[in-house]
């Protein structure tokens, strides 16, 4: 295993904005999982990427198909998303917004919807178990599957948020970067905005998709995942940074999964250069896109940012309240995460 962080960031409350499911399982359910189903051959080193790797971002991709094999039944599902909502719970994490891409499996009778059911159930029964941790959850369109997938996949996201008590929370365009174009799927984004689900949308996480980023843009979406490539330092354009400042559209940033995958640019805009860059607000979010499969922590994360940035603890907790005002919950739910803060700010800093 490895390091964990220190006490103070385990110890910090959180808000967790961009994990994917199936990209966050651990280690110790990865072994649960691979017991279930020995005869899919599968290793550790194809289920994680560990310190000191280095992955083409293809290869990155090839991770979450052998992940999949090994997520196949309902009850893999509940199993998985039990697991993730309470490690999620331990690292100190108050409100996770989970996301996941719903699957069919023809050989086991898994349905999307049956898919989305469980994960749903998963959540009551954290709920119900009295876990100190609100979670919600965002339907995901993989961008690899075009628009006729979206679209059903909108539907999907849309009776469940209609059916769940407020559960089902928004809508995440994400997949391989590389394959397809966001604009074909601009149809089904407006749909799922027009219909009242939040849209968080992956975008300029590679090089060279200024026109894409700019469509997406104008939708426009309730926050970014990544915007690693938007500014035009980086190859993007001062256009989609004028974009984003416009609509104060958060950012949410990974730090550890960009240095395992040959992503060069190191994503995290600290505070200060993001003033300068996206204008007088911090819309910035530290968050840990695929824990299981980059083998780390939203504390390990907001320790890394801290010592590669140089923040003070406070400005660390800063962050993670300002994140509260990025989520998708309602404003009730907003004001009690704040008092949370505040009622564990002594006991952090005495
Ligand atoms: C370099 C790298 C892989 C960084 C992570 N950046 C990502 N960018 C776009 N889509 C993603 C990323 N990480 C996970 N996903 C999506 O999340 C899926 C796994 O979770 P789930 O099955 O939706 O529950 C992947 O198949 C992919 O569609
Ligand atoms: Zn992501």
């Known amino acids: 295993m490895e390091n964990e962080a220190d006490l103070f960031y385990r110890q910090m409350p959180k808000v967790e904005l961009h994990a994917h499911l199936n990209g966050s399982v651990s280690f110790s359910t990865i072994e649960k999982l691979m017991a279930r189903k020995p005869h899919l051959n599968i290793e550790h080193n194809m289920t994680a990427i560990l310190s000191g790797q280095k992955r083409t971002l293809d290869e990155c991709f090839q991770v979450f198909k052998v992940i999949h094999q090994l997520i196949d039944t ?16 331990e690292d100190g994490v108050k409100y996770l917004e989970l996301r996941t891409t719903p699957r069919e499996d023809k050989n086991t009778g898994m ?8 994960v749903i159930e998963a959540i009551r029964q954290c709920k119900n178990e009295g876990l100190d941790i609100e979670v919600r959850l965002l339907v995901s369109v993989d961008r690899r599957h075009g628009v006729e997938v979206a679209m059903k996949t909108v539907k999907l996201a849309e009776d469940f948020m209609r059916s769940t008590d407020g559960f089902v929370v928004g809508l995440d365009l994400s997949g391989d970067p590389t394959v397809g174009h966001g604009g074909d799927l601009l149809p ?8 009242g689900l939040k849209l968080s949308l992956h975008l300029s996480e590679v090089p060279s998709q200024v026109d894409e980023s700019e469509l997406l843009l104008n939708i426009p979406p309730d926050r970014i995942g990544h915007g690693t490539f938007l500014h035009p330092e980086v190859g993007g354009a001062q256009s989609l940074v004028d974009k984003v400042m416009k609509n104060n559209t958060p950012l949410g940033k990974n730090v550890l999964s960009n240095q395992r995958s040959t992503i060069k640019v190191y994503e995290y805009i600290p505070p200060h250069k993001h003033q300068s860059d996206f204008g007088p607000l911090v819309f910035c979010s530290i968050q840990t896109d695929d824990r299981g499969v980059f083998c780390t922590e939203l504390s390990k994360e907001y320790q890394l940012a801290a010592s590669t940035f140089s923040l003070s603890r406070e400005a660390m907790w800063s962050l993670s309240q300002k994140a509260i005002d990025f989520t998708f919950a309602p404003d009730s739910l907003k004001q009690q995460l704040h008092q949370k803060w505040f009622e564990l700010h002594p006991s952090l800093f005495q």
């Open 74 to 89: 309902e009850e893999d599902i509940l199993m998985v998303a039990k697991d993730v909502i309470r490690e999620f719970a």
């Open 111 to 118: 349905t999307k919807r049956s898919y989305v059911q469980t």
């Open 188 to 195: 089904a984004l407006q749909k799922a905005k027009n219909c």
